[in-house]
């Protein structure tokens, strides 16, 4: 063909350029020359043969083959050109031709060495090479699976011909196709052929099989140097590239594979896998269901399927995946386990159960499957299968960082604690640099009150996983137990960085600050958070209680009846719904919503103990005791109950004292007796003289009147050398005073977040000699930590005037005038020690001087009470009504209510007595400084009945106001008779109703008499042990030496009198 004689020129210069950079070895730049020439003249000889020649050179001898044809048949004159196709079809092992083309150019003349000795090598190549029947028979071998005989043949044709590429390569697809190792076949296949792709591949293979992914991508990339087309050498190098990390490359390469074969189902499914490792599942769906378009019966793609599925919370499209594959594969294990996974996910536990259950009669020894079966038990709330699953996968797998992980989760909901965290620490150990670890063992600390190192675990799962949500959470959930609320608030605002939007997280936030105090800043994030989530009823009952805590209860309610709107059928919303109404005074709306709150959810402890107390509240005392009883019937294990009904009792008349103490027995008899086999022998240095360690134990570390009483104390004991005090707190409250004693005490330790289990085990590892209770059966007593006898000695005092019933109790400490031992001796379960006085008194800083008695300005006689209401009984207003009958100018002030104006129930109970209602005066709870000033407006102080006043008839007395009482036959009915009988006034004690309204006739008779107590009162009680701390202190101090040395010479303890000066001695009481 003749070219445009125009462009003869131009083609001239271009093959001039061409044959330049050909022979620079500039190949690439050389073929686009070549190529263009051939575009504009296909038939032209010489870019044709160097086309040719430059194929083989990059060894595609086969592609470079049509190239030196077409050369030749244009110019068959040019002898080069009959060599270098003989060359070209030797090398691309077409032998037997390579021999006919230069036999046929030696015949045209083309005899000369360079032709003989390329026909020599040729003839050489022939002869080292099997022969086609030779090569058939391998073939046939092979088709019919006879791989041993194929291997054994192989071997046979490589000893007749060695460098046969032939034999090699079905050598190595012998050994393949059994398992064996062909590496060194292929390699040697790969050296004997070179430019051959496929060798390569083949070889490559061997390598990926192997585990050396960098090996097999260099055999890869050199085969496709030699084949760019070869789709499956595409594929093969992603796979190992996929191996190796290289997601990106890995991804190029399968769609390198799959646009030269847009059919290619291995190259769509193994880019499925590389985008599910990428993390792009929605490119991995796409990619699998491609892959089946090819494969539509292939389970593998179909479990892969519903793998990224369910990564992408698509839990019913997966399920219905692996329900497809099952049906092409029955028994395909990972199928039914995933299945299980996904009806997991759905909230199909007792499918997810079955599926796990099936996948493990297929592979029992599947550590996975045990591990995925018990998350299934653990979800339907079977523990013990939960665990023993968890257990069953850790036989299996003793180092699955995970099952022992999920182990601990479900011990620490059976309340194994020791054994959930021994569990968690084993896969920490596992895992020494996983975040999720880290918090998981941190968790479980948290729940038995380890909270030092729990924090450091949180800590460190921050570091390992800044990124990571729960870490973040679980910091400030950390330090928010601890009552670090502004370390929290810290945390919880770094996990808010990561999730913005999650409203729980605000939740979690504002909880902080409401712990904090700051109220309107809590209000704040709890309006931002129901925003978020306008429907949840937990923050809409978390804002109402930051509005009452804050004096807001109109407020708090409006958000409770929104959360009552949203669930009406929580529980907790009508609990706390009770308290804000109870808050408001509007006892009888709390009753009902604690009642509506115990009808959905019956064990619900909080609405029970806030039944009784709402009931104490209105003074319907007997309500409360047995609303507590009929709550003990259906619940006995409630021991917080089982003291708020003991509470009660002390507050109701006494008709028979003996049924009383009988019912606190009952209580070490229902709650301490089974865990005395647990009582552990106590290690403690018998050394009578040693530095003992004193425990105190008490919810009332705050402005509490139990803190008012012993704070002097303590100060005084905190300077004795041979005590070390240590204070175990249990209450949330902080306040100025609790700040006070914390400051003054060496070992201050909150523990609010120990179990009564956990409290006591601290108690003994601390080493304390004497544990000495604050609280008996008041609000946060630790008497089950007790119950436990963590320590040689304990004693309860102060905080609450009767026993506490338990057997690990050894003493009380009273005084002879609260707990006459004649008389009460029996009603203890403890010893008595009689220490100067119960406890000081010291005078509030806000009392003024004491002004003349008001009857003598007024002309009638003004009786009084400071009480707090719920002593109020009707009783009580009964015998004082009589007093007021008796006396009928007089009026009565009654202090300390809950709110201005008159109480309407006490009024009506006056008006029953035929009592007046503007006889009655009614003051609200005031300050100290309004309290102690209401003193100048009364004469004498009426006393309640059966729990007299205490704190209040120190209060009257300092003021000039002695309190009138009957001497009662229970210790809370005496607390008036003891005080009296310090300051020597017993002509203020009654043995009678009778007896006590004819000593208020008598005084009102006598005004000037009453004048002249007025003004002795505050002297009388500064001059007693009462105003003597130091002395009571000194009684304390010698108490608990003395009960020391009798533990140390292992005498049981004994009822005695507290020694005062000189050398202790035991001075036992009658």
């Given at each position: 063909m003749n070219a445009d004689a125009t462009s003869e020129p131009q083609l001239d210069t271009q093959l001039e350029l061409a044959l330049r950079e050909h022979q620079a070895g500039r190949l690439e730049q050389a073929e686009d020359l070549y190529v263009a020439i051939l575009q504009t003249q296909p038939y032209h000889a010489i870019a044709n043969h160097n086309m040719g020649l430059l194929a083989g050179q990059v060894g595609q001898f086969q592609a470079g083959l049509p190239f030196l044809r077409k050369a030749l048949s244009v110019n068959p004159d040019e002898g080069q050109f009959w060599l270098s196709l003989a060359d070209g079809l030797l090398k691309a092992g077409e032998r037997d031709e390579a021999l006919d083309i230069i036999d046929t150019a030696i015949g045209r003349g083309l005899d000369n060495a360079q032709s003989q000795a390329l026909r020599a090598r040729i003839a050489e190549a022939i002869a080292a090479a099997p022969t086609a029947e030779e090569c058939q028979q391998l073939i046939a071998l092979y088709q019919a699976g006879r791989y041993a005989d194929l291997e054994q043949?192989?071997?046979?044709?490589?000893?007749?011909?060695?460098?046969?590429?032939?034999?090699?390569?079905?050598?190595?697809?012998?050994?393949?196709?059994?398992?064996?190792?062909?590496?060194?076949?292929?390699?040697?296949?790969?050296?004997?052929?070179?430019?051959?792709?496929?060798?390569?591949?083949?070889?490559?293979?061997?390598?990926?099989?192997?585990?050396?992914?960098?090996?097999?991508?260099?055999?890869?990339?050199?085969?496709?140097?030699?084949?760019?087309?070869?789709?499956?050498?595409?594929?093969?190098?992603?796979?190992?590239?996929?191996?190796?990390?290289?997601?990106?490359?890995?991804?190029?390469?399968?769609?390198?594979?799959?646009?030269?074969?847009?059919?290619?189902?291995?190259?769509?499914?193994?880019?499925?896998?590389?985008?599910?490792?990428?993390?792009?599942?929605?490119?991995?769906?796409?990619?699998?269901?491609?892959?089946?378009?090819?494969?539509?019966?292939?389970?593998?793609?179909?479990?892969?399927?519903?793998?990224?599925?369910?990564?992408?919370?698509?839990?019913?499209?997966?399920?219905?995946?692996?329900?497809?594959?099952?049906?092409?594969?029955?028994?395909?294990?990972?199928?039914?386990?995933?299945?299980?996974?996904?009806?997991?996910?759905?909230e199909q536990y007792a499918q997810s159960e079955e599926s796990y259950r099936t996948a493990l009669s297929l592979a029992p020894r599947h550590a996975d499957l045990w591990n995925g079966l018990g998350n299934s038990l653990q979800s339907q709330q079977r523990l013990d299968d939960a665990a023993d699953a968890y257990r069953q996968a850790l036989a299996v797998q003793p180092d699955y960082s995970q099952a022992h992980s999920n182990l601990g989760g479900v011990l620490v909901s059976l309340g194994k604690f020791d054994a959930a965290i021994a569990?968690?620490?084993?896969?920490?150990?596992?895992?020494?640099?996983?975040?999720?670890?880290?918090?998981?063992?941190?968790?479980?600390?948290?729940?038995?009150?380890?909270?030092?190192?729990?924090?450091?675990?949180?800590?460190?799962?921050?570091?390992?996983?800044?990124?990571?949500?729960?870490?973040?959470?679980?910091?400030?959930?950390?330090?928010?137990?601890?009552?670090?609320?502004?370390?929290?608030?810290?945390?919880?605002?770094?996990?808010?960085?990561?999730?913005?939007?999650?409203?729980?997280?605000?939740?979690?936030?504002?909880?902080?600050?409401?712990?904090?105090?700051?109220?309107?800043?809590?209000?704040?994030?709890?309006?931002h958070a129901l925003e978020l989530d306008p429907r949840s009823s937990l923050i809409h009952c978390n804002l109402s209680v930051a509005f009452e805590d804050s004096g807001q209860s109109e407020q708090a309610l409006e958000y409770l009846q929104r959360a009552r709107d949203i669930a009406p059928d929580s529980s907790r919303v009508h609990f706390t719904m009770g308290n804000c109404l109870r808050s408001l005074k509007r006892y009888d709306e709390a009753l009902a919503s604690y009642a509506r709150s115990l009808e959905i959810q019956d064990d619900f402890i909080g609405s029970h103990?806030?039944?009784?107390?709402?009931?104490?509240?209105?003074?319907?005392?007997?309500?409360?005791?047995?609303?507590?009883?009929?709550?003990?019937?259906?619940?006995?294990?409630?021991?917080?109950?089982?003291?708020?009904?003991?509470?009660?009792?002390?507050?109701?008349?006494?008709?028979?004292?003996?049924?009383?103490?009988?019912?606190?027995?009952?209580?070490?008899?229902?709650?301490?007796?089974?865990?005395?086999?647990?009582?552990?022998?106590?290690?403690?240095?018998?050394?009578?003289?040693?530095?003992?360690?004193?425990?105190?134990?008490?919810?009332?570390?705050?402005?509490?009147?139990?803190?008012?009483?012993?704070?002097?104390?303590?100060?005084?004991?905190?300077?004795?050398?041979?005590?070390?005090?240590?204070?175990?707190?249990?209450?949330?409250?902080?306040?100025?005073?609790?700040?006070?004693?914390?400051?003054?005490?060496?070992?201050?330790?909150?523990?609010?977040?120990?179990?009564?289990?956990?409290?006591?085990?601290r108690i003994r590892a601390d080493g304390i000699d004497i544990l000495i209770d604050l609280s008996g059966?008041?609000?946060?007593?630790?008497?089950?930590?007790?119950?436990?006898?963590?320590?040689?000695?304990?004693?309860?005092?102060?905080?609450?005037?009767?026993?506490?019933?338990?057997?690990?109790?050894?003493?009380?400490?009273?005084?002879?005038?609260?707990?006459?031992?004649?008389?009460?001796?029996?009603?203890?379960?403890?010893?008595?020690?009689?220490?100067?006085?119960?406890?000081?008194?010291?005078?509030?800083?806000?009392?003024?001087?004491?002004?003349?008695?008001?009857?003598?300005?007024?002309?009638?006689?003004?009786?009084?009470?400071?009480?707090r209401p719920n002593k109020l009984n009707r009783q009580t207003i009964a015998r004082w009504a009589k007093v007021l009958r008796a006396i009928p100018d007089a009026k009565m002030l009654l202090a300390a209510m809950p709110e201005a104006g008159p109480h309407p129930v006490l009024t009506a109970w006056f008006a029953d007595e035929g009592i007046a209602a503007e006889r009655l005066i009614f003051e609200p709870r005031a300050n100290m400084a309004n309290f102690l000033a209401m003193h100048h407006r009364v004469d004498i102080c009426l006393d309640t009945a059966p729990y007299g006043g205490g704190t209040t008839t120190f209060h009257g007395l300092w003021m000039g106001v002695p309190t009138l009482t009957i001497a009662g036959p229970t210790a809370p009915s005496r607390a008036g008779t003891s005080i009296l009988r310090h300051v020597?006034?017993?002509?203020?004690?009654?043995?009678?109703?009778?007896?006590?309204?004819?000593?208020?006739?008598?005084?009102?008779?006598?005004?000037?008499?009453?004048?002249?107590?007025?003004?002795?009162?505050?002297?009388?009680?500064?001059?007693?042990?009462?105003g003597r701390p130091q002395l009571i202190a000194e009684g304390v101090a010698n108490s608990l030496r003395l009960a020391w040395q009798r533990w140390c010479d292992d005498l049981p303890p004994v009822s005695f009198d507290a020694p005062i000066g000189g050398a202790l001695h035991e001075d036992p009481a009658a």
């Open positions: 043949g192989a071997h046979a044709l490589i000893a007749r011909y060695p460098t046969s590429d032939f034999a090699w390569s079905v050598l190595g697809t012998a050994l393949q196709v059994q398992g064996k190792d062909a590496l060194d076949a292929l390699q040697t296949t790969a050296l004997l052929t070179p430019y051959d792709a496929e060798a390569h591949c083949n070889l490559a293979n061997a390598w990926q099989a192997r585990g050396e992914f960098e090996q097999a991508v260099q055999a890869y990339r050199q085969a496709l140097q030699f084949n760019p087309a070869f789709a499956e050498a595409h594929s093969n190098l992603g796979g190992a590239l996929q191996a190796l990390g290289a997601l990106d490359e890995a991804e190029q390469a399968y769609l390198q594979a799959i646009a030269l074969r847009p059919d290619y189902g291995m190259a769509h499914f193994n880019l499925g896998n590389t985008r599910k490792a990428r993390g792009d599942l929605d490119g991995a769906v796409g990619a699998y269901n491609a892959a089946l378009a090819s494969m539509p019966g292939d389970a593998e793609v179909l479990c892969n399927l519903g793998n990224a599925l369910q990564a992408l919370e698509r839990n019913e499209e997966a399920a219905d995946s692996y329900r497809r594959a099952l049906a092409l594969e029955p028994r395909l294990v990972m199928a039914h386990s995933n299945l299980g996974a996904a009806l997991q996910n759905l569990s968690y620490r084993l896969a920490l150990a596992l895992q020494p640099d996983s975040a999720d670890a880290h918090t998981q063992l941190g968790l479980g600390l948290q729940s038995v009150g380890e909270l030092d190192e729990a924090l450091a675990l949180h800590q460190r799962a921050v570091q390992l996983a800044p990124d990571k949500l729960q870490a973040h959470t679980c910091l400030g959930h950390c330090l928010k137990q601890m009552r670090r609320f502004e370390e929290a608030q810290v945390a919880y605002r770094q996990a808010l960085t990561l999730a913005p939007d999650v409203a729980n997280l605000h939740n979690d936030l504002a909880i902080a600050a409401q712990d904090a105090g700051d109220y309107p800043e809590a209000i704040r994030i709890y309006q103990l806030n039944t009784c107390a709402t009931y104490s509240e209105m003074g319907r005392t007997d309500d409360a005791v047995q609303a507590c009883r009929t709550a003990l019937e259906r619940y006995p294990q409630y021991d917080e109950v089982y003291s708020n009904m003991l509470f009660g009792l002390s507050h109701m008349h006494a008709d028979d004292p003996a049924a009383m103490v009988a019912d606190h027995f009952g209580f070490g008899e229902r709650y301490e007796t089974p865990l005395r086999a647990e009582w552990q022998p106590h290690a403690n240095e018998r050394d009578p003289q040693r530095q003992l360690k004193i425990g105190l134990v008490s919810g009332d570390f705050c402005n509490h009147a139990v803190a008012h009483f012993i704070t002097p104390l303590l100060e005084e004991l905190v300077a004795m050398p041979q005590f070390s005090l240590y204070a175990y707190y249990n209450n949330s409250r902080v306040d100025n005073v609790t700040m006070r004693i914390a400051q003054l005490l060496p070992n201050w330790l909150p523990v609010t977040h120990l179990s009564q289990e956990k409290l006591a085990e059966h008041t609000a946060k007593n630790c008497l089950l930590a007790f119950a436990r006898k963590p320590a040689p000695i304990q004693m309860s005092w102060i905080g609450y005037p009767l026993t506490t019933g338990l057997q690990s109790m050894d003493y009380y400490l009273s005084d002879r005038f609260f707990s006459p031992p004649e008389e009460f001796a029996s009603h203890f379960s403890e010893k008595l020690i009689f220490l100067p006085t119960i406890a000081p008194f010291l005078p509030s800083e806000n009392a003024d001087g004491i002004l003349p008695a008001p009857v003598l300005t007024n002309k009638y006689l003004t009786f009084g009470s400071f009480n020597q006034l017993d002509e203020f004690i009654a043995r009678d109703d009778e007896e006590f309204v004819s000593k208020a006739q008598y005084m009102a008779a006598n005004p000037m008499l009453l004048g002249a107590y007025r003004f002795s009162t505050r002297h009388r009680l500064a001059q007693t042990a009462l």
